[in-house]
């Protein structure tokens, strides 16, 4: 049955509609027209839809229902999740589709879709937390919003990224207290909480504003994106949309005490198996490019397609892929997939097909932190990161993958920040409410001997400084398309919370602050960014082969057990470059390197994270003459030396 409401009563339907499966359903969809003649004022609509009793399907004929593929999404004054959660009736308490939204036409002028091929720098970051801080310089009416981002892209242009990447802007449910946004109850909507305009109903407009000033800005637009599962939980949870209409059909379920498969880790899964709700995905990836105009997607735990409807892996191409892969509408979008789930599948390098698929790379993440903490016998490991992966994306077959198909990152929005990552041994997450048992055990961190900020002497302080710059050079220097998580450039701090998912405060929000006491560390990560923009050899899209030269502090590498020191000269002949020379010294005590690759006089370094700022990074034409063919390198560092283009 269709509900039409109008502003003066919310509970109350203006208008209801019984719909006739004879005449008014063509397949598996249903439809009918209403004249707006008859509509009585009417703004919003929702549905009431009972059906035989089934243990797989939840109808209640009382339950209000939006539509999934309503573009915008009312919640009342009188707003209750409580009230979705179980049977009966919630009326005047759920929210309501609105009609008409979206209806009017966008004035995109010049805008054209951007893409960044080898300067492909990616940016991960939080709508609201970016800005919504006192100290974000953004009036307040636009803090936390799309149009505070707008106003946050002459920072974004000075750092240096390309790629901006949104975590989830899909509306979730405010009453959840999910401040990530991770547990969407819509695919069309965006959040209305993102808008600052929202009480006219502006969110679209106000999503178009901020893309068409990121693309003019030359920037990309990517959306993290949430197809695996919605904010409608498991068999404790609210009853919204897709549960009362067709349980069975959009998730995973089964018969038992636990019914819906939870291979997401928040209640529930989608059944990306079933055609229709793989063309509910595609309707909504087309929506979003087509009419929103973004240009790409990061897929949230990603293995979760290659699950069949009885959750086993058991799809070497999930039909979903190729349904993208032959969309005319999806053809030259960057996506991006997140290769596991919460169920153990990993599955880095595998089931996502072909060159267009890029995919974050938790391995480097987990080798290079594992390094640069100290680790023994990783040199081999580290040697393979900084390749390019290429045991998880070999380049030695028909139809091998790029370099470029890794997303090389250190932090990212779950797991500790940059500075956490040196200044904390264990998560403190006891803020989120379950007794700190949720996040990650696995940080592969280094408190460096004294766990957190308080109290920590000015050197060890220095000696994290230095870690921190370490991660970002290795990052930056290595084959593939690096990624930054927002505010690590200044060293934002989340207390130790590794987890900060339900943290809508000041441990997520950046504080800006940061960025003037830290700007050492700022200067720093743009410095590196305009370094990798500069060099073609690390801005490459194949592998480095034979081009790459590796070294210890000597001739020979040292894969020993107790070695934690490597070196590599990097030749760029054949991308008209310049060579490059790299020592790493993940030792506590200094360490002397022979440079192996010509003539002392030839080489120039760039490079020094032992020394302070500005000795750390010299501007470029700033670059200092070696001496001699050796070189300290001082304890937890990397240097890197440039021998200009022409030279023997």
């Not at 080898?118 to 636009?142: D, N």
């Not at 005490?257 to 087309?286: C, E, Q, W």
């Not at 594992?370 to 390749?387: E, S």
Request: hydrophobic residues 35%.
């Amino acid at each position: 049955m269709l509900l039409l409401y109008a502003d003066a009563d919310l509970a109350k339907p203006v208008m209801m509609r019984r719909l006739d499966h004879l005449v008014n359903k063509s397949g598996p969809v249903w439809h009918c027209r209403v004249p707006v003649a008859v509509m009585n004022g009417a703004r919003y609509y929702a549905y009431h839809v009972d059906g035989p009793p089934s243990p797989h399907h939840r109808f209640d004929p009382d339950k209000i229902l939006f539509d999934p593929y309503a573009r915008a999404l009312h919640f009342p004054p009188g707003f209750d999740r409580k009230a979705a959660v179980g049977p009966g009736s919630n009326a005047g308490r759920a929210p309501l589709g609105l009609i008409g939204a979206d209806g009017n036409r966008f004035a995109w002028g010049e805008d054209r879709r951007r893409r960044h091929e080898a300067t492909a720098i990616i940016y991960e970051l939080h709508v609201r937390g970016f800005t919504a801080h006192p100290s974000s310089g953004v009036p307040a009416e636009r803090r936390g919003m799309f149009a505070g981002l707008v106003d946050k892209i002459p920072y974004l242009l000075e750092l240096g990224v390309t790629v901006v990447e949104l975590m989830p802007v899909f509306q979730f449910d405010p009453a959840e207290g999910n401040y990530w946004g991770y547990n969407p109850i819509s695919f069309f909507a965006p959040h209305n909480g993102y808008a600052h305009r929202c009480h006219v109903c502006d969110q679209h407009t106000e999503f178009r504003e901020m893309v068409r000033a990121f693309h003019a800005a030359g920037l990309e637009v990517v959306l993290d994106v949430v197809y695996n599962h919605t904010g409608e939980g498991d068999e404790a949870g609210p009853v919204y949309s897709l549960k009362g209409l067709d349980n069975d059909t959009y998730y995973i379920v089964s018969d038992g005490p636990k019914p819906y498969a939870n291979f997401s880790g928040t209640g529930n899964t989608l059944n990306s198996g079933h055609r229709y709700v793989r063309r509910m995905i595609l309707d909504s990836l087309r929506y979003w490019a087509q009419d929103m105009r973004v240009d790409g997607f990061r897929f949230d735990l990603a293995s979760v397609f290659a699950r069949r409807a009885d959750g086993s892996l058991g799809y070497d191409d999930p039909p979903i892929f190729g349904d993208i892969a032959s969309d005319p509408d999806l053809a030259g979008l960057r996506l991006i997939a997140e290769p596991w789930d919460a169920a153990g599948a990993y599955q880095l390098g595998r089931a996502f097909p072909g060159t267009s698929w890029a995919q974050w790379n938790g391995q480097f993440r987990d080798d290079v932190r594992r390094f640069v903490r100290g680790d023994p016998g990783m040199v081999p490991a580290l040697m393979r990161r900084l390749y390019g992966s290429d045991d998880f994306f070999p380049d030695d077959r028909p139809g091998a993958y790029h370099a470029y198909q890794g997303v090389n990152f250190v932090t990212a929005h779950d797991g500790f920040t940059l500075w956490d990552l040196v200044s904390y041994e264990r998560k403190h997450n006891e803020a989120n409410g379950h007794d700190n048992a949720d996040g990650t055990n696995d940080s592969f961190s280094s408190n460096h001997g004294w766990e957190g900020d308080d109290g920590a002497p000015p050197s060890l302080l220095a000696l994290r400084k230095r870690q921190a710059k370490n991660f970002v050079c290795l990052l930056l220097l290595a084959n593939g398309t690096p990624m930054l998580r927002a505010g690590d450039e200044f060293l934002h701090t989340q207390g130790g919370n590794n987890n900060a998912y339900n943290q809508d405060n000041a441990t997520s929000w950046l504080d800006w602050r940061r960025l003037d006491a830290h700007a050492d560390m700022l200067r720093f990560v743009r410095l590196m960014i305009v370094f990798r923009k500069a060099h073609r050899s690390l801005c490459r899209s194949r592998f480095w082969r034979d081009d790459i030269r590796w070294y210890g502090v000597g001739p020979e590498v040292d894969m020993s057990q107790p070695s934690r020191n490597l070196a590599f000269c990097l030749r760029g002949a054949s991308q008209g470059d310049d060579d490059l020379y790299v020592m790493v010294n993940a030792h506590a005590e200094p360490l002397q390197f022979t440079v192996q690759d010509g003539a002392a006089a030839e080489w120039r370094r760039v490079i020094d994270t032992g020394r302070e700022s500005p000795d750390d990074i010299r501007e470029p034409g700033q670059e200092d003459p070696l001496r001699s063919g050796r070189y300290t390198v001082r304890p937890r560092s990397v240097v890197v030396l440039l021998k200009p283009r022409g030279m023997p």
